[in-house]
């Protein structure tokens, strides 16, 4: 890529503005934001050949993502998205076209989720690494830390598409994958005769994060599965001192992940339990009417500091904490 850093720092100001009530944005040594809640801040990476792979993965999917994924942890502190940080470090050999890419999926992700980019950095690495920081706000946070005996334990919505979708991916030809990163709206194009595989390849290239905004008021603990459902369940029940039951028969499969199970004789619980990147939700609520928000009550909380699956054949297994670990 030919242009100067000072020229990509003014190009990229000039796209994002930030609204002068909310304080400063791009352009100091730090952004200014004025607050009226509690404010929630994270951060998440991404970097080539251990988080994406860039064979079947544009560059506009890693933008759109980098911004899901961090918002993802504020969601699911029961906080409000409000801005976002934004650092990269790229080879030289990235092409203006990319980098283009790059932040109109940023661009589009920030407009999907109600945003704002508000600052970042620039570096040259000798592969693609992509570092976010999002901003949030909120009355009253929902920590993993709540969670009591008798509880019960929600999802809200299928799981296992990420994973599905990764091991199909990786299936793929060359041709194919090329196709594959030529797509910016999974939901509008046809890449399969089989019903539901665009959503589960939408689910790992550039997932959408649901919103907690109908539901948070009767979460006691909550936390997003980005890692599999069995060791953040144990991630949350360890910060609440407790554990879980799980009942196999009460977690839905989606019909695409059975499909794609079958083609690639994966077991499909195997993608349900320890797939990461859903980027669902784990709820514990003690309310009944926790179904009526579109929760799937899979478990409970019992005072037992484990984890096991209750199979109704089988009865009662226990679980290791198997999912996603760096190191």
């Known amino acids: 890529m030919r242009k100067n850093e000072l020229t990509i720092i003014r190009e990229i100001r000039e796209r994002f503005s930030f609204p002068e009530i909310l304080g400063v944005g791009i352009g100091d040594d730090a952004a200014v934001l004025n607050f009226k809640k509690s404010a929630l801040i994270t951060t998440d990476l991404m970097i080539e050949n251990v988080h994406f792979d860039l064979s079947y993965t544009s560059f506009y999917h890693l933008g759109f ?12 502190m029961g906080g409000e998205f409000k801005s976002f940080l934004f650092s990269v470090g790229i080879p030289e050999i990235i092409s203006e076209n990319d980098f283009k890419d790059l932040f ?72 194919e994958k090329k196709y594959i990163k030529s797509i910016k709206d999974f939901m509008n194009c046809k890449v399969s005769e089989t019903e539901g595989i665009n959503e589960i390849l939408e689910r790992h290239l550039m ?85 009526d928000y579109g929760l799937i009550h899979i478990g409970r909380i019992i005072e037992d500091k484990f984890i096991y699956l209750i199979d109704p054949l089988k009865g009662k297994i226990p679980a290791k904490p198997e999912g996603w670990q760096h190191f």
Do not use: W
Not at 65 to 76: C, R
Not at 150 to 166: H, K, N, P, V
Not at 234 to 239: A, K, T, V
Not at 255 to 275: C, F, R, T
């Open 65 to 76: 993502k980098i911004v899901s994924v961090n918002v993802s942890d504020i969601y699911a």
């Open 104 to 175: 109109d999926g940023i661009d589009d992700a920030l407009k999907y989720y109600e945003g704002y980019l508000i600052g970042g950095d620039i570096s040259r690495s000798e592969r693609v690494v992509l570092g976010g920081v999002a901003v949030g706000e909120t009355d009253m946070p929902v920590l993993r830390k709540g969670a009591e005996a008798g509880d019960m334990i929600f999802i809200t919505s299928f799981l296992g598409l990420s994973s599905a979708g990764l091991n199909l991916l990786r299936s793929f030809s060359d041709n």
């Open 207 to 291: 997932p959408r994060i649901r919103k907690t905004d109908k539901f948070k008021h009767i979460a006691k603990a909550m936390m997003d599965i980005s890692d599999g459902l069995l060791i953040d369940l144990h991630r949350l029940c360890e910060e609440s001192g407790v554990g879980a039951e799980i009942y196999l028969d009460r977690i839905p499969i989606h019909h695409a992940v059975m499909k794609i199970a079958e083609y690639l004789k994966i077991d499909p619980m195997k993608l349900i339990l320890s797939g990461g990147e859903d980027y669902e939700l784990l709820v514990i609520s003690d309310k009944k009417e926790a179904e």
